[in-house]
């Protein structure tokens, strides 16, 4: 058996956690694209319990 305790984003910052730049296209925008930064921002405060029995 296995417990396990997950903590993210302990102090709930409010940060990106990748940025991309690049072309990319909507409809609507110009066949050339726009050259713009992408992001994925990072989970807000978050704890997780886990418990995993193996047979």
């Known amino acids: 058996m296995r417990l ?3 903590v993210l984003n302990l102090f709930n910052a409010n940060t990106n ?8 296209r909507l409809p609507g925008e ?5 050259a713009d ?5 990072a989970e807000s405060l978050a704890v997780r319990l886990t418990l ?4």
């Open 4 to 6: 396990q305790l997950d």
């Open 17 to 24: 956690q990748i940025e991309y730049y690049y072309l990319s």
């Open 30 to 34: 110009p066949i050339d694209g726009v």
């Open 37 to 41: 930064r992408h992001i994925h921002p």
């Open 52 to 55: 995993a029995a193996g047979f």
